[in-house]
């Protein structure tokens, strides 16, 4: 008999647990013009239409280079792909109408680009396509899957190959009386597609359920049933796929030529005896290294751990045995019902996401805290990451100035600029000629400058580390 159902175990089957989630664009995050921010959401004077959530950093002891790329799927604020620094501070956002998961910097034909996905998610699975922009934030491509299939939310990973790995969930009639459930049943289809991005011809569909028996599920018998729940694929060395299957509790290593299971790690038929400390449940995130280790998000609870944490596993094909190598968890002991991941950096730290738990660290190779921020509203994040990114906008930048008793004080930004250092304020009683007035550097998403004088017109200048010019806002009359 199958145990009644938890709130965590509803969580378990819907993999994000969309019941849960904030309705993007919603009236908190469309606040007016000039309004004291929400608590959990920015508000900018030179971006009255964006509303980022907020986050706050509570550790930093030398993290590694690069910023932090997360999108929010619930609490105050807007929906979207976001940049953040050390600081806690955006760098970069966009809005999106649905919601965006997966963000991050990846390589396309051979240059750096930002992927997401973006659609809509529906207890837990989603219905949109891939995004692809360029260093300038201009889109480049969308990526949907083929064969009459919709894109699900769980991954979007570029190949070398110039192609896009996608997951596709579809309900199917099954009979599913082997395992407690009507014979005239629906089951969920987790389905891996290899996508030509240039074509969007499809070189290579797996199904789940032509390889993975119903009864190798840990998930409790809904309508559908969610029986597997793809929610990563990767590539490894070899050029074949590794899988994680969240409600088999296992990951899978599928040829890719046949779709054949090469091996199980995990779950009820693990092809490999896991060793003290190496069991893992409702995992995410399952990646292949170089060095032939495997990193994944173990959500748990399993027989060694009630909390959530991130695993380094050794893998003797030989032997057919799993070790446990490293472990890392949060100082206040998480326990993530859905989502997470984990990057591993150069220089061997790694970056953990924790899913609905609305924080971000980052483990030195030693597994010290190095940074830990938070979501300020409880936001979840499907995944974080922390890479290099040089972000050259082909918008200008924003400048607003207003009058005050003492002079003038002008706000100025840049949506998406990396190298910007320094705002150097032009002012002048014409707009054609305006003179260089005062230089400030620049503080976070938004610049303040407050300065003397009455001058009828105001523009500023992007500067990076040298002072070179990058870029000119508008000339503005400065309001009262």
């Known amino acids: 008999m199958r145990p009644s159902l938890t709130r965590r175990d509803l969580l378990v089957a819907a993999g994000l647990g969309a019941a849960a989630l904030a309705a993007p664009g919603s009236a908190r995050a469309r606040a007016a013009h000039g309004r004291a921010a929400t ?26 280079p690069g910023f932090l790329f997360v999108a929010s799927l619930n609490g105050p604020g807007q929906r979207g792909p976001m940049i953040v620094d050390n600081r806690g501070e955006v760098v970069w956002f966009r809005p999106v109408e649905s919601f965006a998961v997966d963000f991050r910097r990846q390589v396309f034909a051979g240059k750096q680009v930002l992927t997401w996905w973006e659609g809509q998610i529906t207890n837990g699975v989603g219905v ?12 480049i491509a969308r990526v949907r899957a083929g064969n009459g299939f919709d894109a699900d939310v769980h991954e979007f990973l570029l190949t070398p190959r110039r192609t896009a790995l996608l997951t596709i969930y579809k309900s199917v009639p099954a009979d599913l009386s082997s395992v407690g459930g009507p014979a005239a049943g629906q089951v969920l289809d987790s389905i891996v597609q290899e996508v030509d991005i240039a074509s969007g011809r499809v070189l290579f569909e797996w199904h789940s359920l032509e390889h993975v028996a119903l009864g190798e599920s840990y998930a409790p018998l809904l309508d559908p049933f969610d029986y597997f729940h793809i929610n990563s694929v990767d590539v490894d060395l070899d050029g074949n796929l590794v899988v994680s299957a969240r409600n088999t509790s296992a990951v899978y290593k599928i040829d890719r030529a046949s779709g054949q299971v090469m091996w199980r790690l995990g779950g009820r038929n693990s092809d490999f005896d896991l060793g003290p400390g190496a069991d893992f449940m409702y995992q995410h995130d399952a990646r292949a290294h170089t060095n032939g280790t495997l990193t994944l998000f173990d959500n748990g609870p399993s027989q060694t751990t009630k909390q959530s944490r991130a695993i380094r596993l050794g893998l003797d094909h030989v032997e057919r045995r799993a070790y446990l190598l490293q472990q890392y968890r949060h100082p ?6 859905a989502m997470g991941n984990a990057q591993v950096l150069d220089g061997d730290s790694v970056l953990v996401g924790w899913g609905t738990e609305p924080w971000v660290t980052e483990f030195g190779p030693g597994g010290e805290v190095r940074f830990d921020a938070t979501f300020d509203g409880g936001a979840w994040n499907y995944r974080a990451f ?14 607003v100035a207003r009058r005050s008793p003492g002079g003038l004080t002008v706000y100025a930004s840049w949506n998406g600029s990396t190298e910007t250092a320094y705002w150097q304020v032009l002012a002048g009683e014409t707009r054609e000629r305006l003179t260089r007035v005062k230089t400030a550097t620049a503080a976070g998403f938004e610049t303040v400058v ?14 990076d580390r040298r002072r070179v010019a990058l870029a000119r806002s508008p000339v503005v009359a400065p309001r009262r």
């Open 450 to 463: 407050r300065m003397r004088g009455r001058p009828r017109f105001v523009a500023v200048t992007a500067l």
């Open 386 to 399: 922390r890479l290099p990114w040089v972000g050259r906008p082909t918008a200008r930048p924003k400048v």
């Open 128 to 139: 949109g396509e891939g995004v692809i922009v360029d260093q300038r934030y201009v889109p």
């Open 39 to 64: 608590p959990g959401a920015a508000a900018f004077v030179t971006e009255p239409s964006l509303r980022p959530p907020t986050m706050r950093v509570t550790t930093s002891a030398g993290p590694s």
């Open 332 to 337: 206040t002991e998480l326990e993530s019902t």
